[in-house]
């Protein structure tokens, strides 16, 4: 007797059960799941990538500028983001071509105008600060200089410069940042340059700093440290000055008393050798001002670095404002470290300035347009 082979009923049977179709569709989901979580952890990586091989600058409006200006300006305080973050936004933002955004710069300037009014009170001036005035230092609040006539005919009979005069103007920096940068040609090329503290401008220097020189302030520790505060021999300080041809100096006479006699020593040591090089002393209320002006911005330090005054100063003299040797940083955008200053690595006294703060300003105001800020070699 024949035995019937009972037949096996697979459930599974004409379905793709971890078949080719299932896994495919698998590996199709799974990929699509990485790829938008590659997008929301890593999509900046995306633009960065491509930034790196493109050859050439990206207009300024375009998409790629936009986002990477919008990674600057969503940092709202330099302690949001490790400095190695912060340099890495401000390298790749390095392909945008800046552009001046006219209302940006225009409502900064406005609020300037306001708030500190350079034109008419950079200076102290015969317009400004009539004789018999009771001048009130910026520091020492308490003690009063009456100007008397003999100070009243040093001051100029108004403000040397108006409101944008200027077309294009750089303002120099000390910093290492400007060390083998190649920037002096384009530097000399505006219309108006400002230097800080007689710095050295040299055969040695002049191809990264340039050479022209319109306006330079002089801190009068440097005069009471380096010339034994004009007591003696006058013309080694004089000769430094020759360096920088007819341009005026400016000096904070009124910040505190011992400014005030060592600064009238540069004035009458120049008219002593019949220099025609204006001098200029800061209004201590126009100076008083811009500190609380940064502080709202959040600067906030005992004294603001003599760039920060001239680039305040700059931005309503000037119709565009660029700066070259800016930086508060131990090392450069690439994470190379630098000296303090393109001559030297001299660092300033701890806790005086708030360096990284003004630098981490200039860096915002170089995204929004106002300013444009130079950390890279010229061209």
């Given at each position: 007797?024949?035995?019937?082979k009972?037949?096996?009923s697979?459930?599974?049977?004409?379905?793709?059960?971890l078949?080719?179709?299932s896994?495919?569709?698998i590996f199709?989901?799974?990929?699509?799941?990485?790829?938008?979580?590659?997008?929301?952890?890593?999509?900046?990586?995306?633009?960065?990538?491509?930034?790196?091989?493109?050859?050439g600058?990206f207009?300024?409006?375009?998409?790629?500028?936009?986002?990477?200006?919008?990674?600057?300006?969503?940092?709202?305080?330099?302690?949001?983001?490790?400095?190695?973050?912060?340099?890495?936004?401000?390298?790749?933002?390095?392909?945008?071509r800046?552009?001046?955004?006219?209302?940006?710069?225009?409502?900064?300037?406005?609020?300037?105008?306001?708030?500190?009014?350079?034109?008419?009170?950079?200076?102290?001036?015969?317009?400004?600060?009539?004789a018999?005035t009771?001048l009130?230092?910026?520091?020492?609040?308490s003690?009063?200089?009456?100007i008397t006539?003999?100070?009243?005919?040093?001051?100029?009979?108004?403000?040397?410069?108006?409101?944008?005069?200027?077309?294009?103007?750089?303002?120099?920096?000390?910093?290492?940042?400007?060390?083998?940068?190649?920037?002096?040609?384009?530097?000399?090329?505006?219309?108006?340059?400002?230097?800080?503290?007689?710095?050295?401008?040299n055969?040695?220097?002049s191809?990264?700093?340039?050479t022209?020189?319109?306006?330079?302030?002089?801190?009068?520790?440097?005069?009471?440290?380096?010339?034994?505060?004009?007591?003696?021999?006058?013309?080694?300080?004089?000769?430094?000055?020759q360096?920088?041809?007819?341009?005026?100096?400016?000096?904070?006479?009124?910040?505190?008393?011992?400014?005030?006699?060592?600064?009238?020593r540069?004035?009458?040591?120049?008219?002593d050798?019949?220099?025609?090089?204006?001098v200029?002393?800061?209004?201590?209320?126009?100076?008083?001002?811009?500190?609380r002006?940064?502080?709202?911005?959040?600067?906030?330090?005992?004294?603001?670095?003599?760039?920060?005054?001239?680039?305040?100063?700059?931005?309503?003299?000037?119709?565009?404002?660029?700066?070259?040797?800016?930086?508060?940083?131990?090392?450069?955008?690439?994470?190379?470290?630098?000296?303090?200053?393109?001559?030297?690595?001299?660092k300033?006294?701890?806790?005086?300035?708030?360096?990284?703060?003004?630098?981490?300003?200039?860096?915002?105001?170089?995204t929004?347009?106002?300013?444009?800020?130079?950390?890279?070699?010229?061209?």
């Amino acid at each position: 007797m024949l035995r019937r082979k009972m037949g096996y009923s697979d459930p599974s049977s004409g379905k793709d059960l971890l078949g080719s179709r299932s896994l495919c569709f698998i590996f199709i989901c799974a990929f699509g799941l990485v790829t938008l979580l590659q997008q929301i952890l890593y999509g900046k990586n995306y633009i960065k990538r491509y930034l790196e091989n493109y050859d050439g600058s990206f207009d300024y409006n375009s998409t790629a500028c936009r986002e990477l200006r919008q990674e600057i300006i969503d940092v709202k305080v330099l302690t949001m983001v490790k400095t190695s973050d912060l340099f890495e936004r401000w390298r790749n933002l390095q392909v945008c071509r800046w552009e001046q955004n006219k209302e940006e710069a225009s409502n900064f300037k406005m609020s300037l105008s306001r708030c500190c009014n350079a034109p008419n009170f950079l200076f102290t001036t015969k317009r400004n600060t009539p004789a018999g005035t009771k001048l009130r230092y910026e520091v020492d609040t308490s003690g009063i200089l009456p100007i008397t006539t003999e100070i009243f005919k040093m001051l100029p009979d108004d403000m040397p410069y108006s409101k944008s005069q200027f077309k294009k103007c750089a303002v120099i920096g000390n910093g290492g940042i400007i060390k083998n940068s190649k920037c002096g040609k384009e530097i000399d090329s505006a219309d108006f340059v400002f230097r800080c503290n007689i710095p050295p401008i040299n055969d040695k220097y002049s191809a990264d700093v340039g050479t022209k020189t319109d306006l330079v302030t002089i801190n009068p520790s440097i005069i009471t440290e380096r010339f034994q505060k004009l007591e003696k021999w006058r013309r080694p300080f004089y000769d430094v000055l020759q360096n920088y041809e007819n341009s005026s100096v400016v000096l904070p006479a009124f910040y505190n008393t011992r400014n005030t006699d060592v600064s009238f020593r540069v004035k009458y040591m120049l008219d002593d050798f019949d220099s025609q090089r204006g001098v200029f002393f800061f209004h201590p209320q126009y100076l008083l001002n811009v500190q609380r002006f940064w502080a709202v911005q959040g600067v906030r330090a005992k004294r603001l670095s003599s760039g920060l005054m001239l680039v305040t100063a700059a931005l309503e003299m000037c119709e565009e404002v660029h700066l070259y040797g800016f930086w508060a940083f131990p090392m450069n955008p690439s994470g190379i470290f630098i000296t303090h200053h393109y001559y030297d690595n001299v660092k300033p006294r701890p806790g005086f300035h708030a360096m990284p703060h003004e630098i981490f300003n200039f860096i915002h105001m170089h995204t929004r347009g106002i300013i444009n800020v130079h950390t890279g070699p010229c061209a």
